[in-house]
């Protein structure tokens, strides 16, 4: 079955870096594109970056371009995001496996705090 576990998520100061790990298994994860989507405390979800099969291409929000990187190892099925940080970034950060114009399988999320 499909599963996407995260991992990489904890508290870091403002001005800060965390890297998101999300091991991918039960499927062809290089045939796919994939995506993270954060929700912020009182929040709605946010699609936030996306990036093709292979891993040239890739998209982001505007607003965290320059500050969120995401990549890919198809020989290891992992899925990363690179943050740079600020306070509004605080929220649970989930990777998923996209369809269509959606996401069809989610991981359980890795939460990310933003304090001093």
């Known amino acids: 079955q499909v599963q996407l576990v995260e991992s990489g998520g904890g508290m870091v100061q403002p001005g800060g870096s965390l890297r998101l790990s999300c091991a991918a298994s039960?499927?062809?994860?290089?045939?796919?594109?994939m995506g993270w989507v954060r929700q912020g405390p009182g929040k709605g979800l946010e699609r936030i970056s996306s990036i093709n099969p292979g891993g040239g291409s890739a998209t982001n929000v505007d607003s965290l371009k320059g500050r969120f990187t995401i990549s890919r190892d198809n020989a290891r099925n992992i899925l990363y995001l690179q943050m740079n940080l600020k306070p509004d970034d605080t929220a649970r950060y989930y990777c998923?496996?996209?369809?269509?114009?959606?996401?069809?399988?989610w991981g359980n999320g890795a939460l990310v705090t933003v304090s001093s």
């Open positions: 998923a496996r996209s369809k269509a114009y959606g996401f069809d399988y």
């Open positions: 039960g499927f062809t994860f290089s045939s796919y594109y």
